[in-house]
């Protein structure tokens, strides 16, 4: 008996499809960007955070088109978060 491989489609994650899964991640400010101080929350530790809506989204989304709105002044953790890495897809599969 033959088995036959079927490989699954695998939908590539870009910024045209992309759900911004992690503007919901508490994000830690841990080096100075420029991030205007009205993004900015402390913590419960006193930490300098990414501030976050009453729905849980980073307050620097715009939630129209789903794109950082300070991009060129985004927060480190941010800068380094990979689109497509593993955790990106665990995100998005939290989320979606």
Known sequence: MTIEITNLPVTEITCSNCEACCCRLEVMLLTDTGVPKR????????????????????????RDTLMCSIYENRPWVCRIF??????????????M
């Open 39 to 62: 993004y900015i929350s402390t913590d419960d530790w006193g930490g300098e955070v990414m501030a976050q809506g009453h729905d849980g989204w980073c307050a620097a989304l715009d």
């Open 82 to 95: 990979e689109m497509a890495s593993f955790e990106c897809i665990e995100e998005r599969e939290a989320h």
